[in-house]
């Protein structure tokens, strides 16, 4: 079935960095536009960044754009977010989903705190 784990989440000081990492099974990874998201506490869900399946493409929220990059390895059926320059408004819960799909992986935990 389809899956997404994500992993590389953690606690980093304000305008420090972290890159997470996301591992999708179940379905073409190739085939598949990758997104990421967030949710911070009180707060829905929502879109962080968007990557098209040659990687070529890719789309930010307003509140993340160059200070994020998106990429993806096809061969390794893996997506990336590198986040830089972060801000305590960037702690949430961070997950990884194909574009096609229903399915929501467990998340990984950014927490921006001096």
């Known amino acids: 079935q389809v899956q997404f784990v994500e992993s590389g989440g953690g606690l980093v000081q304000p305008g420090g960095s972290l890159r997470l990492s996301c591992t999708a099974s179940?379905?073409?990874?190739?085939?598949?536009?990758m997104k990421w998201y967030r949710q911070a506490p009180g707060k829905e869900r929502e879109f962080v960044a968007r990557?098209?399946?040659?990687?070529?493409?890719?789309n930010y929220a307003d509140s993340v754009q160059g200070r994020f990059i998106i990429t993806r390895d096809n061969a390794k059926r893996m997506s990336f977010l590198q986040m830089n320059s972060l801000k305590p408004e960037d702690t949430a819960v961070y997950y990884c989903?194909?574009?096609?799909?229903?399915?929501w992986g467990q998340g990984t935990q950014v927490t921006v705190d001096s």
């Open positions: 179940g379905f073409i990874f190739g085939a598949a536009v």
């Open positions: 989903k194909a574009d096609n799909s229903a399915t």
């Open positions: 990557i098209d399946t040659t990687g070529r493409r890719k």
